[in-house]
């Protein structure tokens, strides 16, 4: 056998009176003297540092650095902010995963230097001023995060399979070890049955956050669980990933009310008032993008662009007429009257058909539900009077907000689609086109405020 002495190394303790210390060993092999670990140095041992107090410095600060170069690295890059985070989720955090699993730092340890380094990355690549949480990005998509895991999680479940190979070896001998070390630092990891778990646990955390804690900034996430179509969740997601990184940074922005509305940067000391320069009262996102009174013509742009991409869709309907409080259409008053002005009728056919009665509101994601209940009551009274022209009427309360999100109520919207035979595909595309419209006027809308309006033509996309 031939032994390479210079791949070799010696480490040696001994005792001294009372105590033990390191010290340098002298050993030769072929008159060759094997290389000594210094005093306060460590060896590597199948990927593990030891060290005479086996302190894990030399993983600290090779986590450390691994994780300065490799997110430099990724924010260098000229790239859309939903692929750096990509890159931080599948190449960073598996790059982390060995050093996570072997060494024994504390997930203490983890949170105050890996996470906090990892957070100023994602807050840059997000435009997230530092006085806006992250708990709305740790989110899973159909929860309208973006399903960002922190180190310090990642770091609960490599210990957390560590934990359970130990305790589910075919080796006593190693299921001894388990249960020596069972111990308090351990026990948190314990508790866990899978990684699945403890980044499930780490989200519902997340969540129980925004409900209690931060009410402003989780309104949006609060009011969308409660009164949205879930089922519309993940084409929303697909068209919040496919805008350009301005839009899409406003999105995430919005979604954690960070977005610098006065009323925000007099919070955080950037503005001397709070108020809108148009009407005094407060500039919250509400009243920049839904409320103020003096920019309703720009919500009635959003509104009509919504609305002109869903009469165009509908024109194809074959068999059927159609009616659109718009110019270019029949008027909606050559049936219903001048007392009621509902945005688009749809009839099958005179006398023995269905009458269709299209309602839609934009409006901000706390109204969501409101503005269902209030165009309920409004055309309460005209439904009554069509169904005796009728054979049958329905009426569509299409209520979304000004993010493009659904209401529960829209699904007489997807009934009416599928009763006019559309494919499923179809439909997905009148959805993901109606959802984008949304979310681009609004950020038009939001860069306009506190400036003239030019009255653009109507957006289409
Ligand atoms: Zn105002």
Redesign the pocket.
């Known amino acids: 056998m031939i032994i390479r002495v210079d791949k070799c190394s010696t480490f040696g303790i001994k005792n001294a009176l009372t105590k033990s210390i390191q010290y340098l060993p002298k050993l030769l092999i072929n008159k060759q003297l094997i290389p000594k670990i210094n005093i306060g140095e460590a060896f590597q041992y199948l990927g593990r540092y030891f060290s005479f107090n086996m302190s894990d410095e030399h993983h600290k600060s090779e986590l450390i650095s691994l994780v300065e170069e490799l997110m430099a690295d990724i924010d260098s890059k000229p790239l859309h902010p939903k692929n750096k985070i990509l890159l931080y989720s599948r190449y960073l955090l598996s790059k982390l995963s060995w050093h996570f699993t072997v060494s024994s730092v504390s997930k203490t340890w983890v949170t105050e230097n890996i996470d906090s380094k990892v957070n100023s990355y994602i807050r840059k690549w997000l435009d997230i001023p530092i006085s806006g949480t992250l708990s709305t990005v740790f989110l899973t998509r159909n929860k309208f995060g973006l399903s960002i895991c922190p180190p310090s999680v990642k770091f609960i479940q490599c210990q957390t399979v560590l934990r359970k190979t130990l305790k589910t070896s075919p080796n006593e001998a190693i299921n001894d070890l388990w249960k020596a070390t069972s111990n308090s630092k351990n026990i948190q990891y314990d508790v866990y049955n899978s990684t699945k778990q403890v980044l499930k646990d780490f989200r519902s955390g997340q969540e129980d956050k925004l409900h209690t804690q931060l009410t402003c900034q989780g309104s949006f996430f609060t009011n969308i669980t409660k009164f949205s179509l879930s089922q519309l969740t993940k084409i929303w997601s697909a068209c919040q990933s496919n805008l350009p990184k301005n839009i899409f940074n406003f999105t995430v922005r919005y979604i954690n009310n960070s977005l610098p509305t006065r009323q925000n940067l007099a919070r955080w000391g950037l503005s001397p008032t709070s108020d809108?320069s148009?009407?005094l009262?407060p500039?919250t996102l509400l009243?920049v993008v839904a409320g103020?009174?003096?920019?309703l013509e720009r919500f009635t742009w959003r509104h009509d662009s919504v609305l002109n991409f869903l009469a165009t869709s509908l024109q194809t309907v074959s068999g059927s007429h159609l009616y659109v409080d718009f110019p270019g259409y029949k008027s909606p008053s050559i049936i219903t009257g001048d007392t009621y002005r509902p945005d688009l009728l749809l009839s099958t056919s005179t006398s023995t058909g269905t009458l269709y009665i299209v309602e839609l509101t934009v409006g901000f994601e706390s109204n969501l539900q409101k503005n269902v209940e209030r165009k309920k009551s409004k055309y309460k009274e005209l439904i009554r009077e069509q169904n005796e022209h009728f054979n049958s009427v329905k009426f569509v309360n299409l209520s979304i907000s000004s993010l493009g999100v659904f209401s529960k109520e829209c699904s007489t919207f997807i009934e009416m689609l599928n009763d006019f035979d559309f494919q499923k595909q179809h439909q997905n595309y009148c959805i993901r086109r109606m959802t984008t419209i949304a979310i681009r006027t609004t950020y038009y809308i939001f860069c306009c405020r506190n400036k003239e309006w030019m009255n653009p033509e109507l957006l289409s996309v």
């Open positions: 809108c148009r009407c009262a500039e009243h103020c009174q003096s920019y």
